[in-house]
């Protein structure tokens, strides 16, 4: 089993950027898919990036060109660099893990982000 644990969110003014973490523990997150998802108050839950274990990634239509996900595998770390925030990317933040092998998830606690107008 792999253990996520996210960190970064927070308060940020529409137009400004944040860095979110996933740290990994308890396994190496190289045999795994990681991504990240995230719920707003009232919406479904929806996937926002993800990058397989070659690196290939995949963003949202909606955070194309703002959102980048990237890996270290070395580190057990996986980190979300969210630029031109706007208030409609408020949510709770959650990185998981995925693998295609046992199709099993494993999700970390989430992390608020606050984007204010």
């Known amino acids: 089993q792999v253990q996520l644990v996210e960190s970064g969110g927070g308060l940020v003014h529409a137009g400004g950027s944040l860095r979110l973490s996933c740290l990994a523990s308890g396994s190496s997150i190289e045999i795994y898919t990681m991504a990240w998802s995230r719920q707003a108050p009232g919406k479904q839950r929806e996937s926002v990036a993800t990058i397989t274990r070659g690196g290939s990634t995949w963003t949202l239509d909606s955070v194309r060109g703002r959102f980048t996900i990237s890996r270290d595998n070395a580190k057990n770390l996986v980190t979300l660099q969210m630029n031109s925030l706007s208030p409609d990317d408020t949510a709770v933040y959650s990185c998981?893990?995925?693998?295609?092998?046992?199709?099993?998830?494993?999700w970390g606690q989430g992390t608020q982000v606050i984007v204010s107008s």
């Open positions: 998981y893990a995925y693998s295609p092998h046992v199709d099993t998830y494993y």
